[in-house]
């Protein structure tokens, strides 16, 4: 409990909630009706809490509120706060304390089977729960998860990464096109097209192709579902890594090999800070999978 040094009043987790409700509602009636307080009561105790951070969070000119850059920069701060405290007061946690893995898309691919049933039976005492967050960190910046499986390159503030492999990309077309009756495709062969971008949780963007040979049209979506959805719909066409081809099977998408992309690395990410007791078993369980698939192979 922090204090305000103005009023000598501390502060507290409902400070928190109030700015977070604020943030996902946009709007403070929303933001008191959903935390079933009064809209003054709300307003008083966002004020209280920029007061004593010194900055403003929310942008309060236009009708639909808006955190301003400070407000973004805290926010996952106060949800990592707020998530702890929940998980903390969890009472059917407290006899076992599961190790929460996230992932936005495709998990740790063809060694995801490997990982868990490894994991159940050498420490059956912490439940391993893999858990799908459309989110660019899978929700470890906002305190939903202990780790997280990402892929690409990941720039938030407070991430530890750490490369497990790198796996070839593919392009997923609508299966009843012509690019789908080829054996492999080039980056080039989809410039013409329509382009659909995962801007939520995806890691391709025009920065893949060349500056002088880009995509002129793009379609973006916010997860794998509407990804594939429009994919297969004939709406554009896509780039992934090969592990969405086995942990993303549709009827209406062939996947096919692109020659000429970049490989795209796997990470195991966790915020740089004390967290569960078991991510270095889960850290070296992973590396160890990767390994002996590796010698596996003729």
């Given at each position: 409990?922090s204090?305000d040094?103005s009023?000598g009043?501390p502060l507290?987790?409902?400070?928190l ?9 946009g709007n403070?009636?929303?933001?008191a009706a ?10 008083r105790?966002?004020?209280a809490?920029?007061?004593h ?8 000119s ?6 301003t ?5 805290f926010?996952?701060k106060?949800?990592?706060a707020v998530?702890?405290?929940d ?8 006899r ?6 996230g992932h ?6 063809p ?13 059956p005492q ?8 459309d ?6 910046t906002?305190g939903?998860?202990d780790?997280?499986l ?10 530890v990464?750490?490369?497990l492999?790198d796996?070839?990309r593919v ?5 009843d ?7 492999s495709?080039s ?7 329509t382009?659909?971008?995962n801007?939520?949780?995806g890691?391709?963007t025009?920065?893949?192709w060349?500056p002088h040979?880009?995509?002129t049209?793009?379609l973006?979506?916010?997860?794998t ?9 004939g709406r554009?066409?896509?780039v992934s890594?090969?592990?969405t081809?086995?942990?993303?099977p549709h009827?209406?998408?062939?996947y ?5 992309a970049?490989?795209?690395p796997?990470?195991l ?9 078991a991510?270095p ?18």
């Open positions: 409990m204090k040094p009023s009043r507290e987790l409902r400070h909630r109030a700015f977070l409700a604020i943030a996902d509602e403070v009636t929303r933001a959903r935390l079933r307080l009064t809209q003054p009561a709300v307003s105790t966002l004020a809490l920029e007061k951070l010194g900055v403003l969070l929310v942008d309060r236009t009708h639909h509120l808006a955190l850059p400070e407000g973004v920069a926010h996952d106060a949800a990592a998530a702890a405290f998980e903390a007061l969890d009472s059917g946690r407290l076992t304390w599961p190790l929460r893995l936005a898309w495709s998990a740790f691919g060694y995801t089977t490997p990982l868990l049933r490894t994991w159940q039976e050498r420490y912490t439940p391993l729960e893999l858990l799908r967050i989110d660019r960190t899978a929700g470890l906002r939903e998860v780790a997280a990402l892929r690409g390159p990941v720039d938030a503030p407070g991430i990464t750490e490369v492999f796996e070839a392009a997923a077309v609508a299966a096109g012509p690019l789908a009756a080829r054996p495709l980056l080039g062969d989809l410039v013409s097209g382009v659909v971008l801007t939520v949780s890691t391709t025009l920065d893949l060349p040979a880009r995509p049209t793009t973006t979506v916010a997860n579902d509407d990804w594939l959805t429009a994919i297969a719909a554009g066409t896509g890594g090969a592990s081809a086995g942990m993303h009827a209406g998408v062939a096919r090999p692109l020659d000429d970049p490989p795209l796997v990470l990410a966790r915020r740089d800070a004390p967290g569960h007791p991510l078993k889960l850290a070296a369980l992973a590396r160890e999978i990767v390994v002996r698939d590796h010698d596996a192979r003729p």
